[in-house]
C-alpha cells in the first residue's frame, strides 16, 4: 500500500470547494429513471448521457471526482475518447463503484446487505489499469419498526470495511457509504440515533480491519427525518444536528465527508450543506464536500430527454447545480447563486 499516494488522492477530493459527482447509477436504476421521463433504456442511451455529462463545459471547476459504473468506465464519446480520459484531461479523478448491490438480508424481512467482495481484488485490478484512483460502495439502512437490527447495521459495517482494505491494497481510495434512507416517517432525532449508531459500527470496523483513516472519504447521509414526517426541521436546524452527529462519530484522522442526497431537492442540499460550512466549516477536523448524484444530476436529466439537440441546455443545467455546490462548499450559497440559472 502507498499510503502517501492515498493520502494525496483523498486530500485531492476534497481540496478547496470541488466535490464529488455520482454518476453511478446501476443500470436498472438508470433505466428507471429514464424510464419516468419516456427516454429509451439502452446502452447508447446510457451512454449517450454520460457523454453529456463529462463533456460539460467547467465541469472541472466544481467538481474533483466522478463516480461511474462498471459499463459507464468502458464507455467512450462519440469520437472514440475514452469517458476516463476526458475525465482526466478536465481535471476530474475517475472513480468506480464496486459493490454490486444490496440484496435482502437473510432472516431480517425489510434489511439489506450490499455484495461485491467475491473477485473484488481482480476487478479493482482491472479498474485501476482504466485509470480509476477511488471507489465507493454504498450500504443501506433502512429505518422501521425494529429496524436498523444490530444484525444489518454490523454485518453492512463489516463489508464497508473489508471493501475498503482492499481498494487501500490496490491503491483505491475507499468512498464508504453508509446510508440510512429516508423512506418513511421517521424523526430527525431517529435518524440522528441511528446515524450515529451506523457511523461508530462502522468506524469500529475500519480499525479492527486495519484501514488507514487518512486515505478515506466518508460519504454519510445528513442527519433529516423520514420524507413523511409530519415534523420537516429549518435548513439550520438540521445542519446543527448533521454536525452535532458527525462530531460525536467520525475521527479527525479521516481528511474529509462527501454527503449524498439521498433524495433532497436539490435547492435544499445545497442549502444544508452550505448551512454547515457557514456556521462550522472553520472549527471542523474534516472537509465538509458533496458526493450528489440526484441533487446534481437531475435537473439536467429532464432537460436532456435524450435529445442531442438538448445537450447544452442540460450540460448548463449540470454545471449550474454543480456550481451551486460548490458556493455551498464555501458557505456562499443563496438565493442570488440559484437565480444564475439556465
Ligand atoms: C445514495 O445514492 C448515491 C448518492 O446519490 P444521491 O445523491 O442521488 O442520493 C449514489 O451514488 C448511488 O449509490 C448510485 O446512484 C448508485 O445507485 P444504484 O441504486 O443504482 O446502485
Redesign the pocket.
Known amino acids: 500500500m502507498n499510503a502517501q499516494a492515498l493520502m494525496d488522492t483523498a486530500r485531492v477530493l476534497v481540496a478547496g470547494d470541488r466535490g464529488l459527482l455520482?454518476?453511478?447509477?446501476?443500470n436498472?436504476?438508470?433505466n428507471k429513471r429514464f424510464a419516468r421521463l419516456g427516454i429509451v433504456q439502452t446502452a447508447e442511451s446510457r451512454r449517450a448521457y454520460r457523454e453529456m455529462i463529462v463533456t460539460t463545459p467547467g465541469l472541472g471547476e466544481c467538481i474533483s471526482g466522478a463516480?461511474l459504473?462498471d459499463e459507464t468506465i468502458r464507455q467512450q464519446t462519440t469520437d472514440g475518447t475514452p469517458f476516463v480520459e476526458v475525465l482526466s484531461d478536465a481535471g476530474v479523478i475517475p472513480g468506480i463503484?464496486v459493490?454490486t448491490?444490496?440484496a435482502e438480508m437473510a432472516g431480517h424481512p425489510g434489511e439489506k446487505i450490499t455484495e461485491g467482495l467475491d473477485g473484488l481484488r481482480d476487478r479493482l485490478a482491472e479498474y485501476y489499469c482504466m485509470g480509476a484512483r477511488f471507489a465507493?460502495w454504498?450500504a443501506v439502512i433502512a429505518v422501521g419498526e425494529g429496524v436498523p437490527g444490530r444484525a444489518c447495521v454490523e454485518a453492512n459495517a463489516h463489508a464497508l470495511a473489508r471493501y475498503a482494505a482492499l481498494c487501500q491494497e490496490c491503491g483505491f481510495v475507499p468512498v464508504v457509504?453508509p446510508?440510512v434512507l429516508m423512506d418513511g416517517g421517521h424523526t430527525l432525532e431517529r435518524c440522528s440515533d441511528v446515524t450515529g449508531l451506523v457511523l461508530h459500527s462502522v468506524f469500529t470496523q475500519l480499525f479492527l480491519q486495519g484501514v488507514m483513516l487518512e486515505g478515506i472519504i466518508l460519504?454519510p447521509n445528513m442527519v433529516l427525518p423520514g420524507l413523511l414526517c409530519p415534523a420537516q426541521p429549518g435548513v439550520d436546524e438540521a445542519a446543527d444536528a448533521t454536525v452535532k452527529c458527525l462530531l460525536r462519530s467520525v475521527p479527525a484522522a479521516v481528511p474529509g465527508i462527501a454527503f449524498?442526497?439521498?433524495?433532497q431537492s436539490a435547492e435544499l442540499?445545497s442549502a444544508r450543506l452550505n448551512a454547515m460550512n457557514a456556521t462550522f466549516g472553520s472549527r471542523l477536523p474534516w472537509a465538509l464536500a458533496f458526493?450528489?448524484?440526484?441533487?446534481?444530476?437531475g435537473p439536467a436529466l429532464e432537460i436532456w430527454e435524450g435529445k442531442e439537440s438538448n445537450v447544452p441546455a442540460a450540460q448548463k443545467a449540470l454545471y449550474h447545480r454543480a456550481m451551486c455546490n460548490r458556493a455551498a462548499r464555501r458557505g456562499e450559497y443563496d438565493a442570488a447563486i440559484e437565480r444564475m440559472s439556465a
Open positions: 455520482a454518476m453511478d447509477e446501476s436498472p436504476t438508470c463516480i459504473f463503484k459493490d448491490g444490496a465507493k454504498r457509504e446510508e460519504k449524498l442526497s439521498g433524495g442540499a458526493s450528489f448524484a440526484r441533487a446534481i444530476q
